[in-house]
């Protein structure tokens, strides 16, 4: 990595005698493997490689950005002479002038735990576990239709250098796997999902075992086949930490986040004011540990830290980037991140989460006289307004504190932060462990969860 080391160094000397203000240079090499295994057959595998370096240039308050996926000098001075130009160029055309808030230099080399090394498993390996998950799913039933069983790894070198002296290295290997399922009996189609995935190697796959998790997908959907389908209305709900995970993530972590915020959210102008109930506190962080959106630092040298955005169901900041930070007078979070060395960094989630409360999870549904308890979320759509619909994989009545009848076709709606506002019960079972590829603009890994919650929401079935 010496040499790496050098060319960046010698970018960086080049950039600021052109005229820069600033100049950050990022290298990185990721390796891939990619396998889906489909009713019995392998039906697509990939390994692949990048390595290339990207250059961002502040001048007179704008940015430039060239990135290059051949590494030698000449191809980095034309890059950064790109860039140089670029910015140059726009900020000519730009009224508010980027600067950016002040962080102290960090040097430093971070890297995940790893037991074993996915590079230390042979394909075949891997295709024979997938293909085993799959067979076991289909025999689990002649009324399983179909599956997909899907296996990612990821083995990522990161080297990030700026002109204000910072020099970080940070190495991340990244194992997930996920597993739907599609039962179907006459005209009833039920669905099922789960995913685990951390910043681990293959260890989290023999921990995790997926064939005993693909008899769970394969059991759920089957099972669903007969459920009720729910009468739609505003109900009081019970959210497992899947659940309440998607909604913290995707239709409230997204306003928080301080690039939208400036072009306008839900929670623009809200600091200090109440947006959710007493007992609600939200936190985005760079762990812990294991987590599949684990980031020690950014994607701007910025060292990772816990952000708490919602305090007691009180507003308290947002997710930064050292400009955003800039612009509202706030501390960068090292919340700044680019899906690869090609794409300049965003304002972006890690690891977004409810804090835990005092209640047992059961202790919650026995509470409940009437409503429903909602189970595994199944994809759906968000907006900065934080308007949600999310999909439910499994759903119970519940009558006088007890399960009575389990339910399908679920789908929840409503305004995030009316549904925050109305919690009046939070669990003490906090999971983190939600694993997926969040995809604003860019995709980049993100984990969350949180505890059982109570809240009203707006269930959706039939009339």
Not at 151 to 165: H, L, P
Not at 166 to 185: D, K, L, Q, S
Not at 311 to 332: D, N, Q, V
């Amino acid at each position: 990595m010496s040499y790496i080391k050098d060319l960046i160094e010698k970018g960086i000397e080049y950039a600021i005698k052109k005229g820069a203000d600033f100049v950050e240079i990022r290298y990185q090499k990721a390796q891939s493997t990619n396998i889906v295994v489909r009713k019995g057959a392998v039906e697509a595998s990939s390994l692949s490689t990048i390595r290339g370096i990207g250059v961002r240039v502040l001048v007179n308050g704008s940015w430039g950005y060239a990135s290059l996926d051949e590494i030698s000098w000449q191809l980095l001075e034309r890059a950064i002479s790109n860039a140089y130009r670029m910015a140059r160029a726009s900020s000519k055309l730009r009224k508010r002038k980027i600067r950016l808030a002040y962080v102290k230099p960090a040097k430093d080399r971070v890297a995940s735990k790893v037991k074993i090394r996915p590079s230390d498993i042979s394909v075949e390996e891997k295709m024979k576990m997938l293909l085993e998950v799959d067979k076991t799913i289909r025999e689990y039933s002649d009324r399983i239709k179909d599956d997909n069983v899907v296996y990612a790894d990821s083995v990522s070198r990161k080297i990030y250098m700026n002109s204000e002296g910072a020099e970080i290295e940070v190495n991340t290997c990244r194992v997930r796997c996920g597993i739907r399922v599609t039962a179907r009996e006459n005209d009833i189609i039920s669905p099922a999902y789960e995913v685990i995935g951390g910043t681990k190697g293959y260890e989290l796959i023999y921990d995790k075992d997926p064939v005993k998790l693909g008899v769970k997908v394969a059991k759920r959907a089957v099972d669903l086949l007969h459920a009720d389908v729910p009468k739609g209305g505003l109900m009081t709900a019970v959210l497992d930490n899947s659940i309440l995970g998607l909604i913290v993530h995707e239709a409230f972590g997204h306003t928080a986040e301080a690039d939208l915020v400036l072009s306008g959210t839900i929670l623009t102008n809200k600091i200090g004011k109440k947006v959710a109930s007493d007992m609600v506190t939200i936190i985005d962080s760079p762990g812990p540990e294991g987590a599949y959106g684990w980031l020690p630092y950014d994607d701007e040298g910025v060292k990772g830290r816990d952000v708490v955005i919602v305090k007691e169901g009180i507003l308290m900041g947002y997710m930064h980037s050292r400009e955003t930070a800039f612009i509202m007078g706030a501390e960068p979070t090292g919340n700044a991140r680019a899906q690869s060395y090609a794409h300049p960094p965003l304002v972006r989630m890690r690891n977004t989460y409810m804090a835990p409360g005092d209640w047992k999870p059961d202790e919650i549904i026995q509470e409940t006289k009437e409503g429903i308890y909602l189970k595994g979320g199944i994809g759906g759509q968000s907006d900065t307004n934080g308007e949600f619909m999310f999909s439910v994989q499994e759903a119970w009545y519940i009558r006088n504190g007890e399960l009575i009848r389990p339910l399908r076709g679920v789908t929840i709606s409503g305004n995030a932060i009316e549904v925050l506002k109305s919690i009046d019960a939070v669990g003490n079972d906090l999971k983190i462990g939600y694993p997926g590829m969040c995809g604003k603009f860019q995709l980049v890994p993100v984990d969350g969860g949180g505890p059982h919650i109570r809240c009203k929401v707006l269930v959706g079935g039939k009339r």
